[in-house]
């Protein structure tokens, strides 16, 4: 096992030989949008994203289902399925088959297996004080999301969610083989700086964010402000609260975003300062909002400051 659990990675890597290692992850959720087919080829990359992180290549899945037997109409789960495998086909990711249960809540995911050579692995554990670090996708979708459940959502503002939600992390894992990068971890439900918290614990560092170069989905602060937060803002927040320094200058409608829970967020790398440049003009040829948002420092007194 090269990869295990206990630095909170995004998924597994187990060798086989000295060039070939799995990535194996799972991940399922409830529906964060009303199209059934946008919600399966969400929970499609989602679940494909945490391979992603690890700079892996993904190669199969099984498909996770819940889902009542009464009550809602099977052509739903078809189309949330219909979603997933079109996401699955789009990446060369076989569906080999999966399980369902007989559930009152809709969840729906995947347990998904990737190669990748056990030198090139991109870890939690793999920051260095003087990287730059660079978040690929602009964040904002949980309160997009919950805005959109009590429709409360303009129209532009969820196609705007959904259209980053959608954008696949695979040209990003083909830049950080290309870079050699070593440290990563993809921004989902733990929310940017959770998952940054995880980086720097994992990597006996000190990661340091500028909020005003965060990337944020149009309409999210607005949405923020409106008070349309998940359940995660306050979990977030209490999990790491007292080891993040927050600047006074920095203010309440964007701390909440900076706890807010992402779905198939974007990647938060660690790549040294000489390379970013040259990484950053990589990534944009497909992620247009990836952004430098701070930087690693040695340990401190605290794992995040934020500015």
């Excluded at 560092?205 to 949405?223: F, K, M, N, Q, Y």
Aim: aromatic content about 6%.
């Amino acid at each position: 096992m090269i990869v295990g659990f206990d630095t909170a990675d995004d998924a597994g890597v187990y060798r086989l030989s000295d060039d070939l290692a799995l990535v194996q992850t799972l991940d399922f959720f409830t529906p964060i949008v009303d199209d059934p087919f946008d919600y399966g080829r969400i929970a499609a990359l989602n679940s494909i994203n945490d391979v992603w992180a690890m700079a892996g290549t993904p190669i199969t899945a099984m498909a996770i289902t819940c889902f009542p037997k009464k009550g809602v109409e099977f052509s739903i789960l078809a189309e949330i399925m219909r979603g997933g495998l079109e996401v699955l086909t789009q990446n060369h990711v076989a569906l080999l088959g999966g399980h369902s249960v007989d559930n009152a809540q809709i969840m729906f995911g995947y347990s998904v297996t990737g190669v990748i050579d056990p030198g090139k692995v991109a870890t939690n554990a793999g920051a260095r004080p003087g990287d730059v670090l660079i978040l690929t996708k602009p964040i904002g979708t949980g309160v997009i999301s919950t805005a959109i459940k009590f429709a409360k959502a303009p129209a532009e503002v969820a196609a705007a969610s959904i259209e980053v939600m959608l954008t696949a992390g695979r040209d990003a894992a083909e830049a950080m083989r290309e870079f050699d990068v070593k440290g990563a971890t993809d921004v989902t439900g733990f929310a940017l700086l959770g998952h940054a918290w995880e980086l720097a614990c994992a990597s006996c560092v000190t990661i340091e964010i500028d909020s005003s170069r965060v990337p944020l989905l149009p309409g999210a602060l607005e949405l923020a402000r409106a008070g349309l937060l998940t359940s995660g803002d306050k979990t977030n927040r209490e999990y790491v609260a007292d080891d993040i320094e927050i600047a006074e200058s920095v203010g309440k409608d964007v701390r909440s975003l900076l706890y807010d829970p992402q779905t198939a967020g974007g990647l938060l790398i660690s790549i040294s300062p000489a390379s970013a440049d040259s990484f950053l003009a990589r990534l944009r040829k497909t992620y247009s909002r990836a952004e430098k948002i701070g930087r690693v420092l040695e340990r401190g007194a605290h794992s995040i400051i934020v500015s």
